[in-house]
């Protein structure tokens, strides 16, 4: 008895932990879709894809996980960079990928 309470509860921590990934990774899919679009570029492959997780302590104390993500966009459809995203939790702390245009030129 007492092994099939620890398996429930063991279920329940990576069923906890699977939903919180899929939550990440729908919010990093929107934010970077939100830059390309945004930026003017095009979003590749429409999809993010997870390359790192970490563990950090949050200002309540508490630990979290840090989630990184990488995702694919062009400007002319011939070329491919790579942008990156830093979720902690569901807040956005790092960023690099395409940039909104500049309406200024530069003499």
Known sequence: MPTL????????MAFAFWNASRAA??????LGRD???????QWL?????AI????YRQESGWLGFER???????HNGED???GRLVLRGDRLV???????PSTAQLH
């Open 94 to 100: 790092s960023f690099s990928g395409p940039v909104m």
């Open 5 to 12: 309470i620890v398996l429930m509860i063991v279920s329940a």
């Open 80 to 82: 491919r960079h790579i």
């Open 68 to 74: 990184t993500f990488r995702f694919d966009y062009s």
């Open 35 to 41: 830059a390309c679009r945004i930026a003017g570029v």
């Open 52 to 55: 790192g997780l970490r563990v």
């Open 25 to 30: 990774a729908e919010r990093a899919e929107a």
């Open 45 to 49: 492959d429409q999809s993010v894809h």
